[in-house]
């Protein structure tokens, strides 16, 4: 299973970006799928995560209100849909898979993108 996040980039306090993390060598709807962010010097946290098959989400306390993460089978991809940024949401963001269930930690990931940068200016 490989994937590819993209749509990051350089935004202003207050904007949007939609990240998208294309999945191929699998089917999209056996996985739950999670987003992760990191900064240098700290450790990989999580964001937000959505079951395979019930849609039950997890979301961050940083950014619940302001992300929310989606998927479209058909197109195997998964999104983050993030409002409302802060310069503290400046990180790499990292999209993940896994047929384990549904989770918000680094270890509950099997599979993983290569990341995309976002960062807010203030």
């Known amino acids: 299973v490989q994937l590819q996040a993209s749509g990051g980039g350089v935004v202003q306090t207050g904007d949007s970006l939609r990240l998208s993390c294309a999945v191929s060598?699998?089917?999209?709807?056996?996985?739950?799928i999670g987003w992760f962010r990191q900064v240098p010097g700290k450790e990989r946290e999580g964001v937000s995560c959505?079951?395979?098959?019930?849609?039950?989400?997890w979301y961050g306390e940083s950014v619940k209100g302001r992300f929310t993460i989606s998927r479209d089978n058909a197109k195997n991809t998964g999104y983050l849909q993030m409002n409302s940024l802060k310069p503290d949401d400046t990180a790499i963001y990292y999209c993940?898979?896994?047929?384990?269930?549904?989770?918000?930690?680094?270890?509950?990931?099997?599979?993983w993108g290569q990341g995309t940068l976002v960062t807010v200016s203030s």
């Open positions: 060598g699998s089917t999209l709807d056996y996985y739950a």
């Open positions: 959505l079951s395979s098959s019930d849609d039950n989400t």
């Open positions: 993940a898979a896994t047929r384990k269930g549904l989770s918000g930690a680094v270890a509950g990931y099997d599979y």
